[in-house]
C-alpha cells in the first residue's frame, strides 16, 4: 500500500515555465511534508518543507501549496531553469511512536526544463 | 563538513552472493537511515538506528537482510544470499536528530544490481 502518491511520473516544461508537481496522501497522523531534490549520481537534499498548520510557503521560486482537507499537496517551480532538471521526490512523516523520523516517499518526478 | 559517504557507489553481484554496503554517517550524528529506491519506484525506508541501536526496523524486507552500526559510528548493510528482486539503490541518511526529514542528509547511494 502506497501512503504518498506522487504525479506525474515526468514532466518538460519550457525555460520560464512553472512546473507543478502534486502528492497526495492518506495517512492523517502525517504532520511535516518535505520536498527532495536529487541530482543524477546524488543523493536527495532537501528543497523545502511544511507542516500542516499552514496552506502555502515559499521559498524564492519554490512554493509548496497545501490542503489538509484533500490530504493533498503541491510544489510550484516558478520561472523554471534548465539547472532545476531533476527528480524531485515529495515525502511525509509523522511525530508518532517509533517512527519519529521515518520518512514515506512518493514514486519521484522526473523533470526536464529546456531551454 | 564532510557529508555521508556511501561504498562501493555501484556493485554488480551473481545471484546468491553476498554484499556489504557501508554508511559513514556525519560525525556526531546519532540518528542513522537506510532506505532502498527500486527502479521507478519509491524511496522505501528499511531501518533506523539512534547511536548503535535499533531504533525501528520495520522496512527490512526479511531476514536477508542485516545491518549493524558499530559503536556508533559507520553501519552496514549485509545482503546474503543476494535475489534479483534486491536490486536498487540503496541510501543512507543520517541526521543530529530524529527531525522528521529536517536536518537529514543523504549519501549519494549505493547502486545494486544483482544479476
Known amino acids: 500500500q502506497q501512503q504518498v502518491k506522487q504525479s506525474p511520473q515526468s514532466l518538460i516544461v519550457q525555460k520560464g515555465g512553472i512546473s507543478i508537481i502534486n502528492c497526495a496522501y492518506e495517512?492523517?497522523?502525517?504532520?511535516?511534508f518535505p520536498w527532495y531534490q536529487q541530482f543524477p549520481g546524488k543523493g536527495p537534499a532537501l528543497l523545502i518543507a511544511?507542516?500542516?498548520?499552514?496552506s502555502e510557503k515559499k521559498e524564492g521560486r519554490f512554493t509548496i501549496s497545501f490542503n489538509k482537507s484533500a490530504k493533498q499537496f503541491s510544489l510550484h517551480i516558478m520561472d523554471s531553469q534548465p539547472g532545476d532538471s531533476a527528480t524531485y521526490f515529495c515525502?511525509?512523516?509523522?511525530?508518532?511512536?517509533?517512527?519519529?523520523?521515518?520518512?514515506?516517499f512518493g514514486q519521484g518526478t522526473i523533470l526536464t526544463v529546456h531551454p | 563538513e564532510a557529508g555521508v559517504t556511501q561504498f562501493p557507489s555501484h556493485s554488480v553481484i551473481e545471484k546468491g552472493q553476498t554484499v556489504t554496503l557501508r554508511c559513514d554517517p556525519i560525525s556526531g550524528h546519532d540518528n542513522l537511515y537506510w532506505y532502498r529506491r527500486v527502479m521507478g519506484k519509491e524511496i522505501k525506508f528499511l531501518l533506523h538506528?539512534?547511536?548503535?541501536?535499533?531504533?525501528?526496523e520495520s522496512g527490512m524486507p526479511n531476514n536477508r537482510f542485516l545491518a549493524e552500526r558499530t559503536g556508533g559510528t559507520y553501519s552496514t548493510l549485509k545482503v546474503q544470499p543476494a535475489e534479483l528482486e534486491d536490486s536498487g539503490v540503496y541510501f543512507c541518511?543520517?541526521?543530529?536528530?530524529?527531525?522528521?526529514?529536517?536536518?537529514?542528509?543523504f549519501g549519494s547511494g549505493t547502486r545494486l544490481t544483482v544479476v
Open positions: 538506528f539512534v547511536k548503535e541501536s535499533k531504533q525501528d
Open positions: 515525502a511525509a512523516s509523522n511525530a508518532g511512536g517509533t517512527s519519529y523520523g521515518k520518512l514515506t
Open positions: 511544511i507542516r500542516p498548520d499552514v
Open positions: 541518511a543520517s541526521s543530529p536528530a530524529p527531525g522528521r526529514g529536517h536536518g537529514y542528509t
Open positions: 495517512n492523517t497522523a502525517f504532520d511535516y
